[in-house]
Nanobody, 126 residues
Framework: QVQLVESGGGLVQAGGSLRLSCAAS????????MGWFRQAPGKEREFVAS????????YYADSVKGRFTISRDNAKNTVYLQMSMLKPEDPGAYYC???????????????????WGQGTQVTVSS
């Protein structure tokens, strides 16, 4: 079983950038395809991006395409979400998730994922 811990959240101005990290422990990260989701208060959890085990395949929500980049460093057991050009609609708790059932980038469905981190908060000021 893998444990996931997110970090890197914080307060940023609209148009700014943040990089989130998701550190894995307990199992080798390369055995999991990974995803990032976010949840704003009063809203459902929504898919942001996913990446396959090797990092060669990625998938993005239309709302973040061109602004966010998901990547991974399996040697460091870490997945990243580089967020640029942040908008007022981007805030929320950001969660990383893992699934051992996929090799490529998983589809944007939260039920695909078996393991979740506790989340890191992102706030965007206008």
């Amino acid at each position: 079983q893998v444990q996931l811990v997110e970090s890197g959240g914080g307060l940023v101005q609209a148009g700014g950038s943040l990089r989130l990290s998701c550190a894995a422990s307990g199992r080798t990260l390369s055995t999991y395809a990974m995803g990032w989701f976010r949840q704003a208060p009063g809203k459902e959890r929504e898919f942001v991006a996913s990446i396959g085990r090797s990092g060669s395949t990625t998938y993005y929500a239309d709302s973040v395409k061109g602004r966010f980049t998901i990547s991974r460093d399996n040697a460091k057991n870490t997945v990243y979400l580089q967020m640029s050009m942040l908008k007022p609609e981007d805030p929320g708790a950001y969660y990383c998730a893992a699934t051992a059932n996929r090799f490529g980038a998983p589809p944007p469905i939260y039920r695909e994922y078996d393991y979740w981190g506790q989340g890191t908060q992102v706030t965007v000021s206008s």
